[in-house]
């Protein structure tokens, strides 16, 4: 059986990222999933100073062992005025100086979705630029706008959404 991570770019306790990482999981077939949560990572703010009188802190190297360990990754992104939650760069930062293609070529289900109509957009495509320098190998992607609206009992609500979600979930299910 396979192995996925799905987790939030986010550390809100709430995360509508985090739900909507989760719902996406419980739809691939035939796979042990394994949430991360953020909070239980913390880090030191990253700084070139920290790191040589440091080093790279455990919980850096604990969340890419997560990523070198699995055959597939699904993360929603939150989106901060336009670009990563600051908790997310955070990590992304430390997880670089680690390892500069941090992301493995492991196939991932890009995501974001947000309180608005565009979903997270901005900072989706922002990661979709980035992430293959990185050793990202995006091989779908997903923008739930309108969370609120819908996204209701742990699910979408919106039937045309879902179904765009599950072409996504499909992509994602033959790369793993």
């Known amino acids: 059986m396979k192995n996925i991570i799905a987790f939030a770019g986010s550390n809100s306790k709430n995360s509508i990222n985090k739900q909507l ?10 796979v042990k999933v394994t949430v991360l949560d953020l909070n239980d990572f913390e880090l030191p703010l990253y ?33 901060h005025n336009g670009v990563y939650s600051a908790v997310f760069k955070n990590l992304f930062d430390w ?12 196939p991932m289900l890009l995501m ?20 293959p320098f990185m050793g990202g190998n995006i091989v779908a992607d997903f923008s739930f706008p309108s ?7 742990g ?7 879902n179904n765009e979600l599950l072409k996504q979930i499909s992509v994602f299910e033959e790369t793993i």
């Open 21 to 30: 990482a989760e719902y996406a999981a419980s739809l691939v077939n035939d």
């Open 47 to 79: 700084g070139m100073d920290y790191e040589i009188e440091h080093g790279i802190p455990d919980n850096a190297n604990k969340f890419l062992d997560y990523i070198k360990s699995t055959d597939g990754i699904i993360l929603s992104l939150a989106e």
């Open 95 to 106: 997880m670089s100086r680690a390892d500069g293609k941090l992301w493995s070529e492991k």
């Open 112 to 131: 974001a979705t947000s309180p608005g109509a565009r979903g997270g957009a901005t900072v989706l495509e922002i990661a979709k630029g980035r992430f």
């Open 147 to 153: 969370f609120n609206a819908n996204f209701s009992e």
């Open 155 to 161: 699910k979408i609500s919106n039937k045309e959404l």
